[in-house]
């Protein structure tokens, strides 16, 4: 894997959390609903249900959450707060984030309790200084939220850690956004680009507030593993997240296994409580 540099900033934070035990921080669990797809797609009240008796705390909801009506919305926030369980945050295109559709987004995710509305894709972007301009949209969008209690960031796919003109467009994101524009790192995405998600962690510290925790292994079933069966070194990230990233929540995420997606999300949520207790 491709190390990147840590700054000097970054090597002192590092450092001085090194004592820290992470297993002493308590980061709750949900799940990306994209895992369950389908299911939800067909039953999104029962899907909601079921992954919270499977033990999960929150779920993110992805891009078709924008069609909804507010009415459906106040639906979906009373399952939530009936079951005890809380939307962290919603996984959107950029089309969220256009000026005439940003006032929406920000009232569903009012409504069903989201703290964060997640840019999970730009569009096309052709070069650095189209990679500018999608900094500048979260710049924009950053200061619209905040007056109603909400932040946005930027999640990674494998185009943004992989070069452009010599330099990865994570890396202007993370140079030309505030600190209220978070870095939600999708691990799988980035160890399959060949960057080291541990260093990419505390060469950003304090913005990486969620990470989705995928795996993807190089031995042939690529995204098709188990949590904690890939490539991915979980421990040393939930160090690195807990004691540099300031991880708020993990997101467990399958894009499919050898299982049903419901069994699938119950092997990794099982997984995840092993390693993490």
Request: with cysteine; hydrophobic share 40%.
């Amino acid at each position: 894997m491709t190390t990147l540099k840590l700054s000097r900033r970054a090597l002192l934070v590092s450092a001085a959390a090194s004592s820290v035990l992470t297993a002493q921080k308590r980061v709750p669990v949900g799940i990306e609903l994209f895992s369950v797809r389908n299911e939800l797609k067909a039953d999104l009240m029962g899907t909601v249900r079921k992954v919270a008796q499977m033990g999960y705390e929150g779920v993110e909801f992805f891009s078709p959450y924008y069609e909804w009506k507010t009415d459906y919305a106040k639906e979906v926030r009373k399952l939530l707060d009936d079951l005890g369980i809380r939307c962290y945050s919603t996984h959107n295109g950029a089309r969220s984030f256009a000026p005439e559709n940003l006032p929406h987004a920000i009232e569903l995710n009012q409504i069903i309790g989201s703290k964060y509305i997640i840019m999970a894709s730009a569009g096309k972007v052709e070069n650095l200084d189209g990679w500018k301009g999608v900094a500048d949209r979260l710049n924009q969008a950053a200061e619209k939220m905040k007056p109603a209690g909400l932040r946005t960031g930027f999640h990674n796919h494998q185009t943004e850690f992989r070069l452009l003109e010599g330099t990865r467009p994570m890396e202007i994101l993370a140079k030309n956004t505030g600190k209220d524009v978070v870095l939600q790192l999708d691990v799988g995405t980035c160890v399959e680009a060949g960057v080291d998600p541990v260093a990419w962690i505390k060469a950003n510290p304090g913005r990486i507030g969620s990470v989705h925790c995928k795996d993807w292994t190089a031995s042939g079933k690529g995204y098709r593993v188990l949590f904690g069966e890939g490539d991915a070194p979980w421990k040393q990230i939930f160090a690195a997240a807990e004691s540099v990233g300031g991880v708020e929540y993990y997101l467990i995420e399958q894009e499919g296994s050898d299982y049903p997606p419901f069994e699938t999300a119950e092997r990794c949520l099982a997984t995840y409580r092993k390693m993490r207790g």
